[in-house]
Nanobody, 115 residues
Framework: QVQLVESGGDLVQPGGSLRLSCAASGSLISIYVMGWYRQAPGKQRELVASITAGGRPTLVDSVKGRFTVSRDNAKNTLTLQMNSLKPEDTAVYYC?????????WGQGTQVTVSS
C-alpha cells in the first residue's frame, strides 16, 4: 500500500513562490500517472497538474505558466513548483494518482496566499 506525504506548504504573499513535495513510500509510483490536487474551503477537490510516468506534464488553464510539475522516479517523489501565487491558489494541496483507484490520501499541505 502506498503512503503519500505532502510537504512545503506555507503562508506566502501574492506573487510569491512555493515548492511542494510529495514523498511516496510502500511501493513505487513510477509507473503511474500522478497528479497534484487542491481543495479550497467549501469547494470540491480539483486536479491542477498531472505528469505521466515518462514525465509529460499537463496543467489546468488557471495555473499554466505559473506552476510546474515534475517527478523523480528514482526517489519516488513528485514536486509542484508554484510561482506568481494568487489568493485564489489558497487551498490544501494533495498528491495522488490521476486516475482511480486512488491511493490512500495523505494529510495534504496547506498553502495560503495572503498579504
Amino acid at each position: 500500500q502506498v503512503q503519500l506525504v505532502e510537504s512545503g506548504g506555507d503562508l506566502v504573499q501574492p506573487g510569491g513562490s512555493l515548492r511542494l513535495s510529495c514523498a511516496a513510500s510502500g511501493s513505487l509510483i513510477s509507473i503511474y500517472v500522478m497528479g497534484w490536487y487542491r481543495q479550497a474551503p467549501g469547494k470540491q477537490r480539483e486536479l491542477v497538474a498531472s505528469i505521466t510516468a515518462g514525465g509529460r506534464p499537463t496543467l489546468v488553464d488557471s495555473v499554466k505558466g505559473r506552476f510546474t510539475v515534475s517527478r523523480d522516479n528514482a526517489k519516488n517523489t513528485l514536486t509542484l513548483q508554484m510561482n506568481s501565487l494568487k489568493p485564489e491558489d489558497t487551498a490544501v494541496y494533495y498528491c495522488n494518482r490521476k486516475n482511480v483507484p486512488y491511493f490512500n490520501w495523505g494529510q495534504g499541505t496547506q498553502v495560503t496566499v495572503s498579504s
